[in-house]
């Protein structure tokens, strides 16, 4: 089944401006059927393939001649060279959208990108499904089961194939480990990387302590600072930052740890079905971290770029802020299904902390239905993407 992603009208968007389009994002996460879909009578090639990644290293002139309307280039990221040799063809022919790139190693494109592409690249993210993709696609997928959705992730292949996902996200890991960490980080220990990758799903959530993961891995600061960096580069994680104010507080100023899919974090941690998230320790980090990438995919698949961070201080903490110009929409984020006073008490806090600039304090739980409350609204995650379209 070809779900229809949200991205796809930015990526429409976008095409119609640039000569290049560049399409990021995790592994498996649907570029390729996108891209394919979107520019269908373009001639395609994944580089992944070592007939054709040798071509365009050996002779990226030649290659490149194959294509003189271009082409859809799948993982550019393994044919650095073509980025140069790109640039050339686009200045010369003047065509809107003539190359489609896609790739799945932040890191390695960017520089590229910023080196030989920088003003005729259009650059979009695509993220493995939202919950919204989930619902408008899937019909036979309960949206309000939140224990089978943490646990099953957001790649497309688990929906599609109507597969397992301890073997999808499984078969994942390995090809992150033994394909991509191999060809272009060089990591020799893959079992100690993997045991780095287990230690960050069980600290999903929480403020990042680069040090504490050090010392209890036996590895030095900047061996972890650089395997943080790695990771998300690979789309595996990002960093939620702090919200930086000018108040007399004590804040925390280091970053949460999240990943893009909350099923692969339930993965890490050994979680084998979803009966077991209903009392384990972190269901309610794994919650936050659901609420969280999902908001970060909303952002993306509009072409925006992250505007979300966190507060916290000695006493008080919000799970998240959505900057909407020079205001903050405080969130607070529980995996409850019932509503506790106690709930409201850091919006509240904030609120006060930041009058002039606090809009809309919402809470978001995990059952199904709504309430407008006088501190606060409540809802769920579907209802916290419906607010954020009206406000922003």
Same mark, same amino acid.
């Given at each position: ?19 290049? @389009? ?34 365009? @290293? ?76 989930? =619902? ?33 996200? =499984? ?22 990387? +993997? +045991? ?42 990002? @960093? ?8 007399? /507080? ?32 972190? +269901? ?9 990438? =999902? ?90 993407? /419906? ?6």
């Amino acid at each position: 089944m070809d779900a229809k992603r949200e991205l796809a009208s930015y990526i429409k968007e976008i095409s119609k401006i640039y000569p290049v @389009l560049g399409i990021l994002g995790p592994r498996q996460s649907g570029k390729t059927t996108l891209v394919k879909e979107l520019f269908n009578k373009k001639p395609y090639i994944n580089l992944e393939k070592p007939k054709d990644r040798d071509f365009a @290293l050996e002779d990226p002139e030649l290659f490149l001649n194959q294509f003189p309307n271009g082409a859809i280039i799948d993982e550019i990221q393994y044919a650095p060279n073509l980025f140069s040799y790109i640039q050339v063809i686009v200045d010369e022919q003047k065509q809107k959208s003539m190359f489609v790139l896609t790739g799945s190693q932040n890191f390695a494109l960017m520089k590229n990108i910023s080196q030989s592409l920088a003003g005729r690249i259009g650059l979009a993210t695509l993220l493995p499904f939202s919950l919204v993709e989930i =619902e408008k696609n899937y019909k036979d997928v309960d949206v309000k089961n939140i224990e089978q959705l943490i646990y099953t992730g957001f790649y497309p292949k688990i929906y599609d194939e109507k597969a397992n996902p301890r073997i999808i996200l =499984e078969d994942y890991i390995k090809t992150y480990l033994e394909r991509d960490l191999r060809d272009w980080a060089q990591i020799q220990d893959l079992n100690l990387f +993997r +045991r780095f990758m287990k230690m960050c799903a069980s600290r999903v959530g929480q403020v990042l302590n680069m040090s504490n993961i050090a010392e209890d891995l036996g590895l030095s600061h900047t061996t972890i600072k650089k395997w943080i960096s790695l990771l998300e580069a690979g789309y595996i994680i990002f @960093l939620l930052p702090a919200f930086n104010a000018n108040i007399n /507080k004590q804040l925390i100023k280091s970053p949460k740890l999240h990943f893009y899919d909350v099923g692969l974090a339930a993965h890490l941690l050994d979680i084998e079905n979803p009966k077991q998230l209903i009392s384990h320790s972190l +269901r309610g980090n794994l919650f936050e971290n659901f609420v969280v990438s =999902e908001l970060i995919k909303f952002r993306f698949n509009q072409g925006f770029t992250s505007n979300l961070y966190f507060y916290r201080d000695k006493r008080h903490e919000v799970d998240l802020l959505y900057k909407i110009a020079d205001k903050l929409m405080p969130i607070e984020i529980k995996s409850g299904q019932s509503i506790s006073e106690d709930y409201f008490k850091n919006l509240n806090y904030f609120t006060d902390l930041f009058p002039e600039n606090s809009i809309n304090p919402t809470l978001v739980y995990a059952a199904s239905d709504e309430q407008k409350r006088s501190k606060a609204l409540v809802t769920n995650t579907l209802g916290l993407i /419906k607010q954020l379209k009206e406000v922003s």
